[in-house]
């Protein structure tokens, strides 16, 4: 099809659930696009649902009977009769067969070609067209290893300590950090049962370690006309469990000269492998401020907004516009980055109790607002948040004119952020957002870890002074069954304590 005749779709399937879904509904309606949801029984009255034209149920609470089935995500595509399916991220997003599976039912998968999925998202082969283009990677193994004596001499080349990785991987499953051979063994066999469970495959391959990274990635646009473009970096090492928790951009570590080159890493790798769509190349980047290529995330990333407020581009409505075959209309040395923008992630989880989910009915929400303030949202109030799935709630992001001002509009949208009935991430933020550390641009994928495990242990309370406490806990309990102590007043006790803990900022049950 010529640039000139761009197919025009009438009606488009969003193969997800949550914000992403709201997202793209949102992009759709901007387009002219009749929006269709799916959803499992448990998202019945969520807010996807609710904002789209059309809705079709695709099966049970877990994702394997709905979210993660090609045959029922397909059946809704053609019972809606829509012409192409978004698939966001997470699910089918990387999911080669379900792209494939979509281009021999006529339906427009919006993302790359189902050969191209397959060839990134296997860990090794995107190492080795990462090297065929000339993309430093870090030194291991550009095949799957078979056993543990050929891991344990892999190991013994490239020196401890090493990283064991999923194959098929990503996400931060089936990743396990060696520091020695005695470990090796047992890491083995955990890394391979996580990647057999995650993603049905057991293969891992060694990777040296890098020590004290920073993860930087670069956002790529291309076309199906041989236009690619990368939209500059954001800066993902603010991570718990591999996970990324904040994420902003420009990177305060990367100079221009860094920036471009990285740049132009990614444009390369992107143009061998003939990518089309928005895609993401993960790097990470070692204190000699070399990068090295991790992988590729041929999808829409979670943290897309960020990029969104520093060049002003829509990157959901440009996937569309790509996958209706209409040619880009950027030149590389005309898109800037504007500003400072930071995205917090807010989970329904607990960071006082190892980030354990927190499922539960949202009884009271107040959003930020305000100059410069955007909450990509998926929840409303009376919403239940089901333990089913990823407990995101919403991205909240900041952009102003510099870093410094970003951090403190970011301060300010969260202690306005309520949330009731669900515990969060909100307090963790204000903490971080405080940290000198994080104040300075000097962290690394460590830093969760290492300054707030250092913090937790030096304001421990005394083993005296808790035992104390406990003591006053245990006979206030005693006093309320008794009904000495109103219910109300104990519980308000209580969650004063939570709230002066959080700094009073977050959400308490």
């Known amino acids: 099809m010529s640039p000139s005749s761009p197919r025009r779709f009438r009606k488009l399937l969003v193969a997800n659930r949550g914000e992403i879904a709201v997202r793209v509904i949102r992009a759709c309606r901007e387009l002219g696009i009749v929006p269709v949801a799916v959803f499992s029984e448990p ?5 996807h649902v609710r ?40 699910f ?67 020196g401890y300590p090493v990283m064991l990785k999923a194959a098929a991987g990503g996400g931060g499953k089936g990743l396990r950090l060696v520091t020695g051979r005695g470990e090796l063994s047992s890491a083995l066999d955990r890394a391979r049962s996580e990647a057999k469970g995650a993603f049905g495959d057991d293969s891992v391959y060694l990777e040296k370690a890098i020590v004290r990274p920073r993860h930087v990635e670069i956002q790529v646009l291309a076309d199906h ?15 718990r469990r591999h996970q990324k928790v904040i994420e ?48 590729m995330n041929t999808r829409l990333q979670v ?12 990157l959901v409505t440009r996937q569309i516009r790509v996958a209706q075959d209409e040619p880009l209309d950027l030149v590389q040395e005309e898109i800037v980055q504007r500003g400072h923008a930071i995205e917090c992630r807010v989970y329904a989880e607990d960071p006082d109790a190892g980030f354990l989910p927190s499922p539960g009915t949202i009884r009271t929400l107040r959003t930020p607002a305000g ?40 301060l300010r949208a969260v202690a306005e952020y309520r949330v009731t009935g669900v515990r969060t991430t909100l307090g963790l933020f204000a903490r971080v957002l405080r940290h000198p550390d994080f104040v300075a641009g000097s962290f690394d994928t460590s830093f969760l870890e290492t300054a707030f495990a250092a913090q937790a242990e030096a304001e421990a309370p005394p083993l005296e002074a808790a035992a104390v406490a406990a003591a006053v806990h245990a006979w206030r309990a005693r006093r309320a069954r008794a009904g000495a102590v109103p219910p109300e007043t104990g519980a308000a006790w209580r969650t004063a304590g939570r709230q002066e803990a959080q700094g009073r900022v977050g959400s308490g049950r």
Not at 69 to 83: T, W
Not at 371 to 382: A, E, M, N, Q, T
Not at 393 to 406: C, D, G, I, Y
Request: glycine share 8%; hydrophobic share 40%; charged share 25%.
């Open 51 to 90: 904002l789209a034209e059309e809705a079709y149920p695709i099966g049970k609470a877990p994702s394997r009977e709905s979210y993660l089935s090609i045959e029922r995500v397909l059946e809704a595509a053609r019972r809606s009769g829509a012409d192409a399916v978004h698939p966001g991220y997470g």
């Open 371 to 410: 100059p410069g303030v955007r909450d990509d949202s998926g929840i409303y109030p009376g919403w239940t948040v089901p333990i089913h799935y990823d407990p995101l709630l919403s991205k909240l992001v900041v952009w102003a004119e510099t870093r410094p001002a970003a951090i403190q509009r970011m």
């Open 303 to 314: 943290e897309h907004p960020v990029t969104e407020m520093v060049t002003g581009l829509d």
């Open 92 to 158: 089918l997003a990387e999911n080669a067969a379900f792209a494939r599976a979509c281009e021999e039912s006529g339906i427009v998968f919006i993302g790359p070609r189902s050969e191209t999925i397959a060839l990134m998202g296997e860990k090794t082969s995107a190492r080795r067209e990462a090297v065929a283009a000339g993309v430093p990677v870090v030194p291991g193994t550009l095949e799957p290893l078979a056993d543990e004596g050929a891991l344990t001499r892999e190991a013994e080349r490239l």
């Open 43 to 47: 998202d019945r009255a969520a807010l």
């Open 225 to 239: 006309h041989g236009r690619v473009v990368h939209l500059f970096e954001r800066e993902c090492s603010i991570q």
């Open 248 to 295: 902003e951009s420009p990177s305060p570590l990367l100079t221009p000269e860094l920036r471009a080159r990285m740049g132009a890493l990614a444009v390369a790798l992107s143009r061998r492998v003939g990518y089309r769509n928005a895609g993401t190349l993960e790097f990470l980047v070692g204190e000699d401020r070399q990068p090295y290529f991790l992988e």
